[in-house]
T-cell receptor
Framework: QKEVEQNSGPLSVPEGAIASLNCTYSDRGSQSFFWYRQYSGKSPELIMFIYSNGDKEDGRFTAQLNKASQYVSLLIRDSQPSDSATYLCALDTGRRALTFGSGTRLQVQP | DTAVSQTPKYLVTQMGNDKSIKCEQNLGHDTMYWYKQDSKKFLKIMFSYNNKELIINETVPNRFSPKSPDKAHLNLHINSLELGDSAVYFC??????????????FGSGTQLSVL
């Protein structure tokens, strides 16, 4: 079982819709969770982080964490074509380096 | 004033050659990393240095040798390059925080192509 699982996609949503990206993980000791966005040919950039169960909102982005069910999700409201990218889920299992999922490709259709 | 800079951006070389990738960060972070991203976008940790000390050394062929002359620099030297080494190599840095709440900041990546 992979440490971090993501559906590779592509996830296609129309412009203005809510995009929902999901991530499950296997290590119950994971404490910190991150979402990175990576445009084609570019480096990953941090867009959200969450440490506690529940929701965390930042602009159009909401991260949701459920440690009991071992999943973390990212909601993007009012999706824009510029949101089209690969979204990488990452977590810190205490090894002092983030473990990444293989990413979900999001396509926002104009 | 790039935060994490790595050079070169592209590296095309023949099998068997030796090459180096350099990385520098000006964020004042104490930890630096090398990640490898394969063609399926999977980012895998290779090495991590904290204040010039190697703290993570994943199962990487010993043809790969990191060197950290100071906490702002982390270089990666690769000997006897093989076709399977073709990938994008990302340098990253972070500042150690309690509870492991470290946010990684990535360099722009080095696209290595071994022919």
């Amino acid at each position: 079982q992979k440490e971090v699982e993501q559906n590779s996609g592509p996830l296609s949503v129309p412009e203005g819709a809510i995009a929902s990206l999901n991530c499950t993980y296997s290590d119950r000791g994971s404490q910190s969770f991150f979402w990175y966005r990576q445009y084609s040919g570019k480096s990953p950039e941090l867009i959200m982080f969450i440490y506690s169960n529940g929701d965390k909102e930042d602009g159009r982005f909401t991260a949701q964490l459920n440690k009991a069910s071992q999943y973390v999700s990212l909601l993007i409201r009012d999706s824009q074509p510029s949101d089209s990218a690969t979204y990488l889920c990452a977590l810190d299992t205490g090894r002092r380096a983030l473990t990444f999922g293989s990413g979900t490709r999001l396509q926002v259709q104009p | 004033d790039t935060a994490v800079s790595q050079t070169p951006k592209y590296l095309v070389t023949q099998m068997g050659n030796d090459k180096s990738i350099k990385c520098e960060q000006n964020l004042g972070h104490d930890t630096m990393y090398w990640y490898k991203q394969d063609s399926k976008k999977f980012l895998k940790i290779m090495f991590s240095y904290n204040n010039k000390e190697l703290i993570i050394n994943e199962t990487v062929p010993n043809r790969f040798s990191p060197k950290s002359p100071d906490k702002a620099h982390l270089n990666l030297h690769i000997n006897s390059l093989e076709l399977g080494d073709s990938a994008v190599y990302f340098c990253a840095s972070s500042q150690a925080r309690q509870g492991g709440r470290e946010k990684l900041f990535f360099g722009s990546g080095t696209q290595l192509s071994v022919l």
